[in-house]
């Protein structure tokens, strides 16, 4: 593996060790100035010198959750070992260039790397000098800005379907859908400080310690039990058209104050959560379109379903959770795979709730096949296809 | 004590750690951090405290966390009816000092505060954190971060020592970001084949190679069927030693005894039906 060289005003461990974080920062993790020197007196207490050791200490430290102990890998090669770089076919462009000059007789061993040598030549002398300059950020080499500029042609840009005063009207809609389904409280009285009943058993159990006297009063209270929203957004092909819609809805959701998680799905499926919750709106954007690589193509709804339940749903469903799909249930999956899929869902959250554009239209019935298997686990399906119907979908909520 | 210490050490015990689970315990006792540790169930997270309880040769302090868990359960409690015995015995002798109330003799301490008092510190393991109320983990935080518990009526208690702190965690509910940042991490996974083979062999060493190699490969490859609750390294352990106790040498020439004991891996009525007998006829030929 290929050392990463940092440029020459970066000196000493501590400043890539800051640089580092910077990385993971950029990344989604939640590390902080006093994690850097906490990452620092990790490598002092194993052998720093060992990649393993390194990698695992900061591994442990700097990991919060099972989703960024699973990515730091990726990350710690990406920053240390200019893994960013080589899926670029950069860094090594810089001798095989000149290993491509050498006779024909060896060229077979050479292979692959040899041809792309040819094609990548420039970019790479260019590439090479990069790091020394002295002005450019370390971490602004490690791939991710260079995988934007190259394959973006190829995505569709989020950003546009983002960025009009229209959209405004969706996403208030959102807030207040997710306002309804917040505020609820328990059925159960509880324990509370300052409650509105007297808990005469827990008064009484008390009183016995102190000879019969009721000395301590305790009080009862319904506890709040919020909802929570989990909306998983169709942006296959077939949803292009409602796509800026739904996702001004989404952001809508995800920036109310009701705890929601968002993700984005057609073969595949993305959490976006955060991407959404980014408050600079054209870093969110591009984000998202770095997520939402296929964007516009085929719809896959009972395996994104599946891989939902797998990775993110233990974490994200419990009995308070309303699940908001938007699709039109048009997928090249099998309809049986759908319905099971459902049923699992069913069981770990409280309501699903199915916004399908298509409902609106006049002559409307759900007879296709997937429409048909998911139908019996839904406890609402309903029209999404205007900026009205989602206007109208408050009150639905409300009754759930 | 180095990372690979902490390995060897823990395998003497019986217990086999992979090398990130080493490197945390190492970390959490040379920067005293608390660690939490996270992963499906029956992955053998509780174990690991108790392993390096009796690595350490200290004594394990339990806090099992569950809903409505308070303070009085967690941290301590004044014994009142002593105190009131106390009372009334001492009217008879003309009253008793105040202050004599509420000394050590009518402390009745819960874990939190037992584990902070103790001479050599002990690991003090806080089970299923995920259990507990949120107003719990802000508190815990506090406690975690100074080491000292503040007792109205007598004053601050510092720490003498400072326990090794193991929290674990499956994923009832979602932990709060301060209690994440404040601890270490290391998720917990199912082992893979080999490590699982050497987790059999160091618990039952009498067990035949070819039924170990047999249980262990039934068991990984049941986790990768559709199952609602895959069975754990805990459950391969019960499966093991009842076939052990039914005498069984080789699977596949008694499936009555597999079925028979299949109550130890499978624990749902669902996941019955997801392995008929059929599937574990394939399963056990595979491995065979």
């Known amino acids: 593996m290929q050392v990463t060289r940092f440029p020459s005003r970066a000196e000493g461990l501590a400043d890539r060790m800051a640089g580092f974080m910077a990385h993971l920062r950029m990344n989604g993790l939640p590390v902080g100035v006093a994690e850097t020197g906490d990452a620092l007196a990790a490598l002092a207490a194993v052998e720093a010198t060992d990649v393993d050791q390194a990698r695992e200490a900061l591994c442990v ?42 006779p024909l007789l060896w060229q077979t061993h050479f292979g692959e790397s040899a041809e792309d040598g040819v094609e990548g030549g420039t970019e790479s002398s260019e590439d090479a000098f990069a790091p020394d300059a002295g002005d450019g950020e370390a971490e602004g080499t490690d791939g991710r800005l260079i995988a934007t500029r190259t394959d973006n042609l190829s995505r ?46 827990r008064i009484q159990r008390a009183s016995l310690a102190r000879g019969g006297e009721p000395m301590e009063l305790h009080r009862r209270a319904r506890p709040p039990r919020p909802m929570q929203i989990v ?8 949803m292009t058209v409602y796509a800026r819609v739904f996702l001004a809805f989404l952001k809508g959701l995800v920036s109310s104050e009701t705890r929601t998680d968002a993700y984005l799905f057609h073969t595949r499926l ?12 054209l870093r969110a954007a591009s984000r998202l379109s770095l997520m939402a690589e296929g964007f516009g193509g085929g719809t896959d709804i009972s395996g994104s379903l599946e891989r939902f339940l797998n990775g993110y749903g233990a974490r994200a469903l419990n009995g308070r959770t309303v699940v908001i799909i938007l699709s039109d249930g ?70 759930l | 004590m180095s990372v690979n210490d902490v390995q060897s050490a823990l395998a003497e015990e019986g ?43 200290t004594k394990l302090i339990r806090l099992q966390c569950y809903e409505g868990l308070d303070a009085s359960h967690a941290i301590y409690e004044w014994n009142y009816q002593r105190q009131l015995l106390a009372i009334r015995a001492s009217e008879a002798q003309g009253g008793l000092a105040e202050a004599a ?26 089970d299923e954190i995920d259990r507990a109320d949120e107003e719990f983990e802000a508190y815990l935080l506090e406690v975690l971060s100074d080491f000292q518990i503040t007792i109205p009526e007598v004053g601050t208690v510092e720490a003498v020592t400072r326990p090794m702190v193991i929290l674990t965690a499956n994923g009832t509910r979602e932990l709060s970001d301060a209690l994440r940042r404040r601890c270490l991490y290391a998720y917990v996974e199912y082992p ?8 059999l062999r160091t618990r039952m060493p009498e067990m035949e190679g070819l039924l170990a190699r047999q249980i262990v490969g039934v068991v990984q490859d049941l986790r990768r069927e559709e199952l609602e609750k895959a069975p754990g390294v805990a459950e391969m352990l019960d499966w093991a030693a009842a076939l052990a106790g039914l005498g069984v040498n080789d699977l596949a020439q008694s499936p009555e005894a597999v079925q028979a004991t299949l109550v130890c891996l499978l624990k749902t009525a669902a996941d019955y039906d997801a392995a008929p007998r059929e599937v574990m006829d394939r399963l056990i030929g595979k491995v065979a």
């Open chain 2, 101 to 126: 109330l509420f000394g050590e003799d009518y402390l009745l301490k819960r874990p939190l505060l037992e584990a902070i008092t103790q001479e050599q510190p002990p690991v003090l393991l806080i």
């Open chain 1, 231 to 238: 909306a998983l957004c169709d942006v296959s092909g077939s």
């Open chain 1, 61 to 102: 430290l700097l990991s919060g959750d099972a989703e960024s102990w699973r990515k730091f890998d990726d990350l710690f090669d990406a920053y240390w070992f200019n893994a960013g770089k080589q899926r670029q076919g950069t860094a090594k462009n810089v001798h095989v260039k000149v290993q491509a000059a050498r």
């Open chain 1, 270 to 281: 993305m959490r976006v959560t955060d991407a959404m919750r980014d408050h600079d709106t």
């Open chain 2, 192 to 199: 893979d084949r080999e490590t699982e083979l050497a987790i």
């Open chain 1, 330 to 399: 048009y997928c090249t999956s099998d309809p049986e795979a759908l319905g099971a899929a459902l049923a699992k869902l069913k069981k770990k959250a409280r309501r699903i709730v199915w916004l399908n554009p298509l409902k609106g239209w006049r002559d409307y019935a759900p007879v296709a096949a997937s429409m048909q298997a998911a139908l019996p686990y839904l406890d609402a399906h309903l029209p999404a296809n205007t900026l009205e119907a989602l206007g109208a979908l408050e009150r639905e909520f409300a009754r």
């Open chain 1, 156 to 201: 569709r840009d989020l950003r546009e379907l983002m960025d009009e005063d229209s959209l405004r009207r969706a996403e208030a809609a959102a807030v207040r859908i997710a306002r309804v389904i917040r505020d609820r409280r328990s059925r159960r009285r509880k324990q509370a400080l300052r409650g509105q009943q007297l808990d005469m058993r």
């Open chain 2, 15 to 57: 217990y086999v750690a992979d090398a990130r689970l080493a490197m945390a315990l190492h970390l959490a006792e040379t920067l005293g951090r608390p660690l939490l540790l996270e992963g499906p169930a029956g992955v053998g997270k509780t174990e690991v405290a108790k392993a390096m309880a009796a690595v350490h040769e």
